[in-house]
């Protein structure tokens, strides 16, 4: 038995070592690919469906018992998703839009760390001493569904909080990316983009709860032959959260506005934005100038 014992311990810890070991770079890396995937959500690209799964390469993984190393993920994760959304401002001049996205990070990197602190909290006090708290151990016992409500509450705070603070930029939020879908967007009659944006990052944390099910090395577990129950699968907390949320949306793009607009003819219209300096903002004598020139 001491022998067997010798000879098994050590490949499991191997196993475990080279996953964990790596960790801090698989965040990083999940990060960036997170950012990247946001920014397809909106133009030039418009893949508006990658707005809802284009966060759970980061929220799957267990999140780092550390204040410094969630921050440090949370603002790649902001920057590369901001970065690549102003990249055009780059054209002003002054690297603008790379400076911008200095600010825009921050927001992210604050939701990531706050929302992982309450994950590991969570984790800790369900099962004290094990390591690896992530979002898909915590949706495998009760009271998981409120760790998504909160985390879903905080980020639609966080937007609201970017679009008004001093003087508020309310660039590319998340329920925007949905703008290719009339019927979905009309909710936003009722509940505005930040309802939207709730729905969706309801279900980037519902699938993030789910899809780490299947993989039990990211729940801390460092062993990949390891199968979860089934009544662990039937029972994902997270995913019982968007049950009500969806057909609400659903029925509020259908009913909650004015359907004579889908009924209508359309048509093609081009917006051409004259190059204005801004210097003929500065008086009324300049402004008439940019009036009668365009």
Not at 33 to 44: H, I, T, Y
Not at 79 to 86: I, K, R, T
Not at 238 to 252: A, D, G, H, N, R
């Amino acid at each position: 038995m001491t022998e067997v014992s010798a000879h098994s311990q050590p490949e499991q810890l191997t196993v475990k070592g080279k996953f964990w070991s790596r960790m801090p770079a698989w965040r990083l890396l999940a990060a960036v690919v997170s950012g990247v995937l946001f920014s397809l959500a909106f133009p030039p690209a418009e893949l508006s469906w990658l707005g809802w799964c284009c966060y759970v390469p980061l929220l799957v993984l267990p999140v780092s018992p550390r204040w410094g190393r969630r921050l440090l993920t949370g603002y790649v994760w902001g920057y590369v998703q901001a970065a690549l959304s102003l990249l055009w401002l780059n054209e002003v001049g002054f690297g603008a839009g790379w400076l911008l996205a200095l600010y825009c990070a921050c927001y992210p990197a604050v939701w990531y760390a706050l929302w992982g602190a309450l994950v590991n909290w969570f984790c800790q006090r369900q099962a004290p001493g094990e390591a690896g708290a992530s979002l898909p151990r915590a949706c495998r016992r009760p009271g998981g569904l409120l760790l998504v409500l909160y985390g879903v509450c905080l980020w639609v705070g966080l937007e609201w909080w970017r679009s008004w603070f001093l003087t508020g930029f309310p660039w590319n939020q998340l329920g925007i990316c949905q703008f290719t879908h009339p019927r979905l967007v009309m909710s936003a009659a009722w509940c505005g983009v930040y309802g939207l944006s709730f729905l969706l990052i309801s279900v980037n944390l519902a699938l993030a709860g789910v899809i780490g099910q299947l993989c039990p090395v990211v729940q801390g577990k460092g062993r990949f032959d390891d199968k979860p129950a089934v009544l662990q699968l039937l029972r994902p907390w997270s995913l019982l959260f968007l049950v009500p949320i969806v057909p609400v949306f659903w029925f509020w793009g259908r009913h909650g506005g004015p359907t004579r607009f889908f009924d209508a003819p359309s048509i093609r219209v081009l917006a051409v934005q004259g190059n204005i300096p801004l210097c003929r903002f500065w008086s009324e004598e300049e402004f008439a100038l940019a009036l009668q020139t365009y």
